[in-house]
């Protein structure tokens, strides 16, 4: 009783892969300089050293994971909005880059920690554990994705769960701040003053993230689509052939 | 008016079903007795990092007995087969949401008052006046856990692997709810700050208010039979 057919977004899945076809080039030019930018371009932090340098790709990638989870929800409003299932394919894409981009935040400030604030884990500081709690929300909600079957209501589901825990994240930034204020706080928020050319760096490599992302969803979500199609020809194929 | 009354209508099912069972309530409250026990053994018991840890612990042993009967409040429907019957009935979804949030509530806060008891005693606190702060804390953190617990617990009801998935999906999400009400414990047993015991109440009324709506709106969305 699907009130949509996948076949029917078929042609524009097909101008989807065209874009980023186009995107790719692009992405390819905007990356190596983000790269150039971070390694070569930007100066030598002073105090801490080349390890500085993972800040540009940390920042990157922080602002592309809060931008997929916030589409995420958006999606999923969309979905009980409209019931069209193209809205979930666009959720489930954009949760699993998103979840790709917070691993790569939380490892990059992991390694980024130890030889500055000589821990693996500052437990201590409210963004790290904030995005912890992220990347925890959006990981139940590709388990949960996984447990059920294809249809209405796994559509429905993870548009609520996308959408409360969206709404989560405030609340959880809110609480760990207060619980670590409480507590002595060992670690200042560095940054603040940026070289200018350190600026320029992180103006390319957020951006180039940015294209990165959008590319990766339009694949993506074309790919979630095309899973669709060939479920409802193989349902089709099986009603026709019962006797 | 009415809506209050289908309201408890369907509430007072699910907690006089309990009552004359008593099955839940019993095997929960072992539940949460084991776990109080399972860290003295942990910790050196009677340790001053025991203590330093008891509000932990304490929430550690209501939050995964209240799993449990959050699991239990709609497997017991699905098993049999009443589910369909009340949502045949003329109630809206939202009703039955709130009915089976203010059963889960009633449950969860009777629980925890008992095992209170069994904390002070086992971590060698002692009865005193204090202890209404955390019974404001207890009754504030169910509410925010049973809203959304009651919500996800609809959510994974059909699925075959509902018991390790609801507490996947919960906990993430009430990491404030968790948060607040250890560091709130912590106030009232150790600490004896008010003006950070009070923030931590706040931010408890604050989620609790945002879920509650959240659960009752999209709770229409979760059921469908």
């Given at each position: 009783?699907?009130?949509?057919n996948?076949q029917?977004?078929?042609?524009r ?27 070569l ?18 920042l990157?990638?922080a ?10 929800a ?44 000589n ?11 904030t ?19 294809d ?39 560095s940054g ?52 | 008016m ?28 072992f ?97 005193e ?6 019974l ?15 919500l996800f ?72 039979e």
């Amino acid at each position: 009783m699907s009130s949509t057919n996948n076949q029917d977004f078929l042609p524009r899945s097909q101008k989807w892969l065209q874009i980023s076809g186009w995107l790719l080039p692009f992405l390819y030019v905007l990356i190596v300089a983000a790269l150039y930018g971070a390694f070569l371009y930007a100066p030598r932090e002073r105090v801490m050293g080349e390890v500085q340098r993972i800040f540009y790709f940390h920042l990157g990638s922080a602002w592309n994971c809060f931008l997929a989870f916030f589409a995420v929800a958006l999606a999923g409003v969309l979905y009980l909005v409209t019931r069209n299932e193209f809205w979930d394919h666009v959720a489930a894409a954009s949760a699993e880059i998103g979840i790709v981009f917070a691993t790569i935040v939380l490892a990059t400030g992991s390694i980024w920690a130890r030889p500055i604030w000589n821990t693996w884990w500052p437990w201590g500081d409210p963004r790290v554990t904030t995005m912890l709690v992220l990347w925890l929300i959006y990981v139940a909600y590709l388990i949960l994705r996984s447990s059920l079957p294809d249809g209405e209501k796994k559509f429905k589901l993870c548009a609520v769960f996308g959408i409360i825990g969206f709404l989560d994240v405030p609340i959880v930034w809110m609480s760990i701040r207060w619980w670590r204020t409480i507590h002595p706080v060992v670690i200042a928020s560095s940054g603040g003053g940026l070289a200018p050319k350190m600026v320029h760096a992180l103006m390319i490599a957020v951006p180039a993230f940015t294209v990165l992302y959008l590319t990766a969803l339009l694949l993506r979500t074309a790919m979630h689509l095309h899973q669709g199609v060939a479920r409802e020809l193989n349902q089709a194929v099986l009603e026709r052939g019962r006797p | 008016m009415r809506s209050l009354k289908l309201i408890w209508i369907l509430a007072e099912k699910d907690l006089r079903l309990e009552y004359r069972s008593r099955q839940a309530f019993l095997t929960t409250f072992f539940f949460a007795l084991l776990i109080l026990v399972v860290f003295q053994f942990a910790f050196d018991p009677g340790s001053t990092a025991l203590r330093e840890a008891a509000p932990g612990v304490l929430w550690t042993a209501l939050l995964f007995p209240g799993v449990i009967q959050l699991n239990r409040s709609f497997q017991l429907e699905k098993e049999e087969g009443t589910l369909h019957g009340i949502l045949l009935s003329p109630v809206e979804r939202s009703l039955l949401f709130s009915g089976k949030f203010l059963a889960n509530w009633v449950f969860l806060v009777a629980i925890d008052l008992l095992i209170v008891v069994a904390f002070v005693i086992f971590f060698n606190f002692s009865f005193e006046a204090k202890l209404a702060w955390i019974l404001l804390l207890i009754l504030l953190a169910s509410a925010g856990f049973s809203a959304v617990g009651t919500l996800f617990a609809a959510m994974v009801s059909g699925i075959r692997t509902r018991e390790v998935l609801l507490p996947i999906l919960l906990f993430p999400i009430i990491v404030p709810t968790i948060l607040a009400a250890v560091n709130g414990t912590q106030e009232v047993l150790l600490r004896h700050q008010p003006q950070f015991l009070v923030r931590w109440i706040q931010l408890l009324s604050a989620f609790d208010i945002i879920f509650l709506a959240v659960a009752f709106i999209v709770f229409d969305y979760v059921l469908d039979e």
